[in-house]
């Protein structure tokens, strides 16, 4: 019910794009907050960006204007689209969903992909 798997992390140059994937259940993505995560070498995990059922999103201001989430229910899919990558943007993205609120943290979370990005 709450597998997440992510995709499309790589290496880029400063200044370009990726796109990351978050394969999600069709349960989990109809009725839970969704969002993305990162966690560079040697510091705390940040959140990058969420969404909730209707689409309304928030971002962190250190990728506002450049990141973009999405979500396609027909396919059970999150998404980041990353712009105008920094240097600083290097680490691990985690897709996260279903926050709860007893907890104050997210359920579920995927393993995580890599992006790096040189310059």
Do not use: H
């Not at 560079?40 to 962190?60: D, F």
């Amino acid at each position: 019910q709450g597998q997440l798997v992510e995709s499309g992390g790589g290496s880029v140059q400063a200044g370009g794009s990726l796109k990351l994937s978050c394969t999600a259940s069709a349960y989990s993505f109809s009725t839970c907050r969704m969002a993305w995560y990162r966690q560079a070498p040697g510091k705390e995990r940040e959140l990058v960006s969420s969404t909730n059922r209707s689409g309304t999103a928030t971002y962190a201001d250190s990728v506002k204007g450049r990141f973009t989430i999405s979500r396609d229910t027909g396919k059970s899919t999150l998404y980041l689209q990353m712009n105008s990558l920094k240097i600083e943007g290097t680490a691990v993205y985690y897709c996260a969903s279903c926050w709860s609120v007893s907890r104050r943290e997210y359920n579920y979370w995927g393993k995580g992909t890599q992006v790096t990005v040189s310059s």
